[in-house]
């Protein structure tokens, strides 16, 4: 038998060695690092949101390929973010910061140039997959990495309609990262999007502007348009419909000065708890209410939030601010169209059904298990340690309320979106709510609990 403090064999034919028993148990793993949230009144205040995480990539991206230098503000300023940056400069764009200003110095379409090591994304997605069509085309090659979990995320689903544009793409088991490009001449093709992802979408569109033809993309192209708007914006020769996209290639870019608006996915975390936590009271402001990204703003008011929106520029984002009082909550039921416009807003969707009156019902889900972490699986192991009953479904979730949650230890496989739906779920909890590995929030809010602090003041 072995002995269990010291792990070897115990002729003794008993649970611990008798001199071990005398010595200390010590532990081999260090106590994971954690943070404790605790129940609040109520939330109160007008926190700054950080600027949007999709547009600030593409914001990066386009200025580094623009004839010329582009000014962003508000850029935001998260691990994610970065990983775009530097991946960029590895390819030898100079992007600098002066105060609150960032400055892309672009230099045209064929400015970029071999990076002498493996570009590491990080544990940012929209940094991999949007590279890819941006590194396809060039006449060099290219090593894409990422972090453990971007390492498991399926990125067949870009290479494939790249494959059809004449790229030399080779990936981990056919699926996975590390992500080996070999630069190859394009050419335009015609694709029918067979998935609702922006992030393919965006990278097939990186890679039209190396082709020398039109490409034509139909199908699923109902994601967030962030990338269709910052192309136009750029001065590219993109043509839109309710069907199609047409990006004419080998054009020039025009170096623009933009301000990125608040990020509607961060923003949701506060209209949650806000809607959830009784006499909350909470303002953002300079929010992007871009249609493709309000969906969970949608699915609030039809569950009976009191919410109030004031457009305060048109474009080329909508921007404005949103009101959000505590009101009683109804069920609601989203449907699998629903889904792209609220995507990264389901873990805390998830939350704010707990608490709603009747049964929820979330279907046509299932891309949730490929993102940051398994977020079906990690809403359900989560709200399951809190007390509360939910259905798992295939592809989604059913979730009975109103229910009470008790304060418990939080997994948040190092996804920022489930520490901080967790966070949010802790305000009404009986009893402190410990949420492990806490600093994750840093991939796209790093100041979440010191913003969290400040409104429950
Ligand atoms: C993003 C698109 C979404 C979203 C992700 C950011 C983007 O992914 O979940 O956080 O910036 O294009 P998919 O489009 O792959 O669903």
């Not at 992500?179 to 609702?196: D, F, M, Q, S, T």
């Not at 909350?280 to 008011?301: H, K, M, V, W, Y």
Request: aromatic share 4%; with cysteine.
């Amino acid at each position: 038998m072995l002995c269990r403090t010291c792990q070897e064999t115990n002729k003794a034919e008993q649970i611990f060695h008798n001199h071990c028993i005398a010595e200390p148990v010590v532990l081999k793993e260090p106590m994971a690092d954690s943070r404790e949230i605790r129940p609040v009144k109520h939330l109160k205040g007008s926190p700054k949101i950080p600027g949007d995480k999709s547009i600030s990539h593409r914001a990066l991206i386009l200025g580094a390929l623009a004839n010329g230098k582009t000014e962003i503000l508000h850029l935001l300023d998260s691990a994610d973010v970065n990983s775009t940056w530097a991946c960029l400069e590895a390819l030898g764009v100079s992007i600098k910061k002066h105060g609150h200003k960032i400055w892309v110095q672009g230099q045209g379409l064929n400015s970029l140039q071999q990076a002498t090591s493996q570009l590491d994304c990080g544990n940012s997605g929209t940094t991999m997959r949007l590279l890819m069509g941006l590194l396809a085309g060039q006449n060099f090659d290219s090593v894409l990495t990422g972090d453990s979990s971007l390492s498991k995320r399926p990125m067949k689903r870009v290479a494939e309609p790249l494959f059809f544009m004449g790229a030399d793409i080779k990936l981990k088991d056919d699926n996975f990262a590390p992500v080996r490009i070999k630069g190859h001449p394009l050419k335009a093709i015609n694709y029918p999007l067979e998935i609702a992802s922006a992030q393919v979408k965006s990278a097939i569109m990186l890679a039209a502007l190396f082709c020398p033809e039109t490409t034509k993309l139909s199908g699923l192209i109902h994601s967030r348009d962030h990338s269709e708007r910052m192309f136009e914006l750029f001065g590219a020769n993109i043509k839109t419909n309710q069907t199609e996209i047409a990006i004419t290639g080998n054009q020039s870019l025009m170096p623009r000065d933009l301000k990125v608006p608040g990020d509607p996915s961060t923003a949701a975390f506060w209209m949650a708890a806000a809607a959830i936590v009784p006499g909350s009271e909470i303002e953002l402001c300079d929010i992007s209410l871009n249609p493709t990204r309000l969906g969970f703003l949608r699915a609030l008011e039809k569950m009976g939030a009191h919410i109030e929106t004031e457009i305060a520029s048109a474009g080329p984002e909508p921007t404005g601010h949103i009101r959000i009082k505590y009101a009683e909550l109804q069920a609601i039921s989203v449907h699998s169209d629903e889904i792209p416009s609220l995507i990264d807003e389901i873990p805390i969707l998830a939350i704010v059904c707990t608490q709603a009156h009747g049964t929820s019902e979330i279907r046509g889900a299932e891309e949730l298990k490929v993102k940051e972490s398994d977020r079906l699986g990690a809403i359900a192991q989560n709200l399951q340690a809190m007390g509360a009953k939910l259905d798992l479904l295939p592809d989604g979730f059913r979730i009975t309320g109103p229910q009470k949650l008790n304060g418990a230890q939080i997994q948040t496989h190092d996804d920022h979106r489930i520490a901080m739906a967790f966070s949010i779920a802790a305000l009404i909890a009986k009893g402190p709510t410990q949420i492990l590995n806490p600093e994750c929030v840093s991939i796209s809010y790093p100041h979440f609990y010191n913003a969290l602090r400040d409104l429950s003041q």
